[in-house]
């Protein structure tokens, strides 16, 4: 690694050509110091981008695995027996494989599904129909991220400093992304903004990208370490603190990048009040009580021997859970493409997404 950061990026996910091309992405694990994409060829190539954080953030790794289903259909019939639905059913149950807490995988995979499944025979076409779709849901969650930064922007005065967790933006959205549309949208709007983006430990996704995204949009940026958000409540303003989520129940419980619920209590001790910024793909009302949203579990490397550079006994036991669960209690208000629910309850969450 060189000690520059890059200044410009392509989009961080592209389909390049038509039903027999590729996806494109850009290896977030090397940002802000190396810019570089990797084009997935095959399904497999995915899941391992998708598993080893190439391509992160819940809509994000949605949007990877819609693409990786239409990759699928390139060697269907050509090397196996498979019919080409075969093929991308089976695809879409492998890509689900790959990482368990953001439900926008499995969204944006049922959305997958549900093309295969009015193909059974994999019809002429099914190819260019699941493209098609995969598009889709990248368009469907590029407006949505639009629309979430309009709602949110409405929250936030002019000077307001600001504190996010982990990186909910454009890297891991098809555009804009979610807790920092908010703050890209006050940015068109004129308002000025003073953001603290929390590293996010283990695998510094605040330090590494939001500070990028951040710097490059000239926001002023300060980052800090995870554990010194309360020392900066406690004794400096802030007005609100805004994060993105992988998963919301129907009663408002929200999961989102381990660490996100410590915030959250500190911002209720202090009064700031606590937002989460997601679209209608975060939300999985089958499941009403956040201990029953399925938590990562990853390498323990990640924790004591990060980028290869041990910092503690390899002998030492490791606990890597990647999400954790804030209760909805202390949620201020979460910022969707169709508005803000607040207060966060079962019956408001229901309201909001009863309206056509
Ligand atoms: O492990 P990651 O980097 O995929 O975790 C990402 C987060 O927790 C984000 O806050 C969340 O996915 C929202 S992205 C708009």
Not at 45 to 71: N, T
Not at 120 to 132: F, R, T
Request: negative net charge; proline residues 5%.
């Amino acid at each position: 690694m060189t000690n520059s950061t890059i200044s410009a990026a392509p989009a961080a996910i592209q389909w390049i050509g038509e039903s027999d091309g590729f996806l494109r992405l850009i290896d977030q694990t090397l940002l802000p110091t190396q810019c570089v994409t990797i084009d997935c060829r095959n399904v497999e190539m995915v899941w391992e981008a998708i598993k080893m954080l190439r391509v992160r953030g819940a809509p994000a790794i949605g949007i990877a695995a819609a693409y990786g289903v239409v990759l699928s259909l390139h060697d269907a019939g050509r090397h196996h027996s498979d019919s080409p639905s075969a093929a991308a059913r089976t695809a879409a149950d492998y890509l689900a494989t790959s990482r368990p807490t953001a439900v926008n995988l499995f969204w944006a995979l049922d959305r997958m599904r549900y093309l295969i499944a009015a193909h059974p025979q994999g019809q002429a076409g099914l190819a260019e129909k699941l493209l098609a779709e995969a598009r889709a849901i990248h368009e469907d969650d590029r407006l949505m991220c639009r629309a979430i930064g309009r709602n949110g922007a409405e929250l936030i005065r002019d000077g307001a400093t600001i504190i996010t967790h982990c990186n909910a933006g454009g890297l891991a959205t098809a555009e804009y992304g979610t807790a920092l549309s908010v703050l890209f949208t006050c940015q068109d709007q004129g308002k000025q903004l003073h953001v603290y983006a929390d590293e996010t430990r283990p695998l510094w996704q605040g330090a590494r990208l939001t500070a990028w995204e951040l710097t490059q949009r000239g926001i002023p940026t300060t980052v800090i370490c995870d554990s010194m958000a309360a020392h900066v409540m406690q004794t400096r303003s802030v007005d609100a603190v805004i994060v993105g989520a992988d998963r919301i129940t129907a009663r408002g419980d929200v999961a989102n990048k381990i660490g996100t619920y410590a915030l959250a209590v500190v911002a209720k001790h202090h009064g700031v009040p606590f937002y989460v910024a997601a679209p209608s793909s975060t939300f999985d009302l089958s499941l009403v009580d956040g201990a029953d949203i399925p938590i990562e579990q990853r390498d323990p490397a990640e924790v004591i021997a990060p980028y290869g550079h041990r910092i503690a006994p390899s002998e030492v036991e490791v606990y890597n859970p990647a999400f954790d669960v804030t209760p909805a209690e202390l949620v201020c208000g979460l910022i969707t493409e169709r508005g803000v629910i607040s207060p966060v309850n079962r019956e408001s969450i229901a309201e909001h997404f009863k309206q056509p």
